[in-house]
């Protein structure tokens, strides 16, 4: 189940975009767990009519997982993950539009809105202001499709992956004779996550079909006619976040990389993401899929110079030289220790480039944990972070010793640290009685310990996106800027905001001015967001 801020996040998320009944619903499954239909009637106390409705239009918007169990019967879940991805779309759809253009951002916007949908419903809705384009949107949702942008919407994705990998180990377990060691109960969890993965990957493949014979167009003699594909109008589709998702990584990544060296590198760093962009599937790989340097040359435009960035000993270096080199300075091979390759963005191996994700990734969430550390306990709270980082487990004494800092300091910072959940504490008692007085304290933030600091401060965060809503439908509620609101989406003057008076346009773009502001501090927030949940492999989905 999830934390209290996050329900509160979704509970707020699911009112804005579908009213207060459903709200209710959500809060109860949020706040109860899984629950059945009978069960959400008695907590909710709305009619069985409303409360079927409202599971419907969740289910539709796929923020309900089902399933239907021998033991418990139906029951209904409620799925976090996709809820907070709503905040979201708004980047989807402008990414679709540079991508596809604006009939892209149509197609997305609108499967967003019906949460799924078939593709004559898609062509059909978008089609009947201009009938023109329905062979524009058409080619434009193939595109879509085949790019994976769009995804089919089957069985298996209404259900929750959590029961099935319940499922799943236990079937591995009992294969098991004898009491399981740690390596088989590790391969039995191995073997159910690729059998659930494997299960995905087949459903999710339907989408495209072959064409007839009939409509497959005749070429030339000379050329072989070959098979064309076509959208297969029975499958529901779905947006794809976790494609969409890649390219806030790319982005991320790449001004990592500007920040880093310099904007010539951020140049080289994107055309090296763009040469495997297409078979980006998900944020979860560990790299990228291997390219050359010649593919990275040639996505480099020529209005970028980059000689700027580096110090070059002849007076005019080709394109690929210069790129070769600035891969060299990226991928630390003047620094071939365990430090440097941490530091890197690439690794070359056999002529090849990939770009190494979870590298990145992970000095991406160090840094956002380390300004949190700053920004609550200043420069000694992340010298004490970076201190634990690097060397580990650690008595009060020494992390006074080797910070350079006095004991009476050290002290009181190390437990405000370990109250905000950025540090624990490891327990080594001298004796079997494990007396207080005899114990050892040691001071520790390694691998286990950073998941847990990261879900705390998602949970913070998560915060902050809840007060930044609360404080939107505060300023928006405000009698005056609300009888201006009220009076604006009235039909004559949406036509013409001339009839609104001087002090209302005044008060209108106020307004306006501060959604704004907290639509940018939103992205923000949301940003780190993404660095610590949807960029850790290991998952803080789990905890959501």
């Known amino acids: 189940m999830a934390d209290a801020e996050t329900s509160r996040l979704c509970v707020q998320i699911v009112r804005s975009h579908f009213g207060p009944l459903t709200a209710s619903v959500s809060s109860a499954l949020l706040t109860r767990g899984r629950l059945s239909l009978a069960q959400l009637i008695r907590y909710t106390m709305m009619k069985p009519r409303t409360v079927r409705a409202a599971i419907l239009v ?34 989807f759809v402008w990414q679709a539009e540079q991508l596809f253009g604006p009939s892209g951002a149509e197609i997305v916007q609108l499967i967003l809105d019906h949460g799924k949908l ?14 023109k384009n329905s ?8 595109k879509l499709i085949s790019g994976a942008y769009l995804k089919p919407s089957t069985l298996l994705s209404h259900h929750s992956p959590r029961d099935k990998r319940i499922k799943y180990e236990a ?4 294969k098991i004779t004898g009491f399981p060691t740690a390596k088989e109960l590790r391969e039995a969890q191995e073997t159910a996550e690729a059998r659930l993965k494997r299960e995905e990957e ?3 493949s339907v989408g495209l079909k072959r064409k007839p014979k009939d409509l497959i167009s005749h070429r030339p003699s000379k050329k072989k006619a070959t098979e064309e594909d076509m959208v297969d109008d029975s499958v529901y589709f779905r947006v794809n976040f976790d494609k969409f998702n890649t390219y806030i990584r790319n982005k991320l990544i790449e001004m990592a990389a500007g920040e880093r060296f310099n904007r010539s590198a951020a140049v ?4 090296a993401l763009q040469t495997t962009g297409a078979r980006q599937k998900s944020v979860s790989d560990a790299r990228s899929d291997p390219t050359s340097t010649a593919a990275i040359a040639m996505l480099i435009s020529d209005d970028d110079d980059l000689s700027t960035g580096l110090v070059a000993s002849t007076k005019k270096a080709s394109s690929a030289s210069l790129v070769k080199d600035y891969l060299g300075l990226m991928s630390a091979v003047d620094n071939p220790t365990p430090a440097g390759k941490a530091a890197s963005f690439i690794s070359l191996i056999d002529n090849k480039v990939y770009v190494e994700f979870e590298i990145v990734s992970k000095r991406l969430r160090r840094r956002v944990l380390e300004a949190v550390a700053r920004e609550r306990h200043g420069d000694d709270g992340v010298r004490i972070v970076r201190l634990l980082l690097d060397i580990g487990k650690m008595d009060e004494k020494q992390i006074a010793k080797v910070a ?15 109250s905000d959940f950025l540090i624990s504490t490891q ?11 005899r114990t050892f304290y040691l001071w520790y933030l390694v691998h286990v310990d950073l998941h847990k600091a990261y879900s705390a401060l998602l949970g913070h965060l998560h915060k902050t996106l809840y007060n930044i809503g609360m404080r939107r439908q505060a300023e928006q509620e405000e009698p005056t800027v609300k009888a201006v609101l009220a009076k604006r989406a009235r039909t004559d003057v949406a036509q013409d905001e001339n009839l609104l008076s001087r002090m209302e346009r005044d008060v209108l773009k106020e307004w306006e001015t501060k959604r704004e502001k907290l639509t940018v501090l939103e992205m923000r927030v949301e940003e780190a967001v993404f660095i610590l949940r949807d960029l850790d492999k290991a998952g803080s989905h789990e905890d959501i």
């Open 202 to 204: 087949e459903a999710e």
């Open 268 to 271: 080289v760093m994107r055309a």
């Open 58 to 91: 969740l289910v539709q918007q796929n923020i309900l997982w089902h399933s239907n169990t021998e033991e418990e019967g139906e029951m209904l879940e409620f799925n976090t993950l996709e809820c907070l991805m709503r905040i979201r779309f708004g980047r």
């Open 427 to 437: 327990e080594v008692p001298r004796s079997a009685d494990r007396n207080p007085t």
């Open 404 to 418: 350079m800092m006095p004991n009476n300091v050290v002290r009181p910072l190390l437990a405000a640290l370990s």
């Open 118 to 131: 078939q593709s004559p419903d898609i062509i059909e809705r978008l089609a009947i202001q201009n009938p």
């Open 135 to 142: 062979s524009l949107y058409s080619q434009t949702l193939y």
């Open 171 to 174: 079937e591995e377990k009992a």
